[in-house]
């Protein structure tokens, strides 16, 4: 994000290790699937439960067109756990 400093990206609180770009049209950040289930389970959460979690309060979430992309990255089912 340091280098779009004229940027005002929405990024999800806690998850600053799963983002893997920037779309360029609308500013939005955009985060990996796997690297968001990967920051939820270091926080102690199995897989299962971070994929829940993930999809009630996070892939769920709207803040206008500032919402962030969601990327189901290939890891996302490579890495399956």
Known sequence: ???FPESN???AEGLDKA???VDERGERLV?????ILDVL???GLTY?????????NV??????DKTPIWCWDILSYVGEK
């Open 48 to 56: 299962e439960e971070a994929l829940e979690y993930y999809e009630f």
């Open 1 to 3: 994000m340091e280098q």
């Open 9 to 11: 990206f929405y990024a």
């Open 59 to 64: 892939s769920g979430a709207y803040w206008g």
């Open 19 to 21: 983002i893997i770009g």
């Open 31 to 35: 985060y990996s699937v796997a690297k």
């Open 41 to 43: 389970m270091v926080d």
